[in-house]
């Protein structure tokens, strides 16, 4: 039996009760069969990216983790937030260390998708877009789709899925498309 696909998920807020936490529960609902996600919750433990720190005498063990886990996982999704039509801070730390050393990193040809969610109307568009960004510089395989969730706080049913079904939708075809590439890649090498 073949192994299941790992997707590495990362909430770019920190915030207990997080939409984007929620908008990466409900991905894990909508992956297809043999898929599964884990969210990473070490974000807010990883030091402020600092070179002087990124040796392999003097790397943060919170940051070995970091690495190790991208490393061991088949892709990647992200769902951040927008702080001031940006990147909150604390995920673009965590890409910053993920991006090194370059151009061997982790990251390097990850297939990784971008979804964002935000209590105003856009959806945190301005953040995916930067994250996407950020990812092909350090090397990502990163798939050109986005999602934007607004108005996240009724966004989401009781059952943790997405309330709006065209939205709903597109989460499925965005993780079904992160998947297959997934799956593409493993196959090409063998």
């Given amino acids: 039996m073949p192994a299941a696909i790992r997707i590495l998920g990362f909430s770019g807020s920190l915030r207990s009760g997080s939409h984007n936490t929620a908008l990466l529960r409900a991905a894990a609902k909508s992956l297809p069969s043999g898929a599964e996600l884990e969210v990473y919750?070490?974000?807010?433990?990883?030091?402020?990216?600092?070179?002087?720190?990124?040796?392999?005498?003097?790397?943060?063990?919170?940051?070995a983790q970091l690495r190790r886990a991208i490393a061991e996982a088949d892709g990647v999704l992200i769902s951040t937030p927008e702080f001031n039509g940006s990147i909150p801070g604390a995920l673009k730390n965590?890409?910053?260390?993920?991006?090194?050393?370059?151009?061997?990193?982790?990251m390097r040809g990850k297939?990784?998708?971008?979804?964002g969610a935000s209590t105003g109307l856009f959806g945190a568009v301005w953040a995916q877009a930067e994250t996407r960004k950020v990812l092909g510089i350090i090397g990502a395989d990163v798939l050109d789709g986005e999602l934007p969730v607004g108005q996240a706080s009724g966004a989401f049913g009781d059952d943790g899925h997405l309330a709006d079904p065209d939205l709903r939708d597109a989460l499925d075809e965005l993780v079904g498309v992160l998947a297959a590439r997934v799956g593409a890649r493993d196959s090409q090498a063998v």
């Fill in 41 to 63: 919750d070490g974000l807010r433990d990883l030091p402020a990216y600092d070179a002087d720190l990124d040796t392999p005498e003097t790397e943060p063990e919170t940051v």
């Fill in 94 to 106: 965590a890409l910053d260390w993920a991006s090194r050393p370059f151009p061997d990193n982790a």
């Fill in 111 to 115: 297939p990784t998708a971008v979804v």
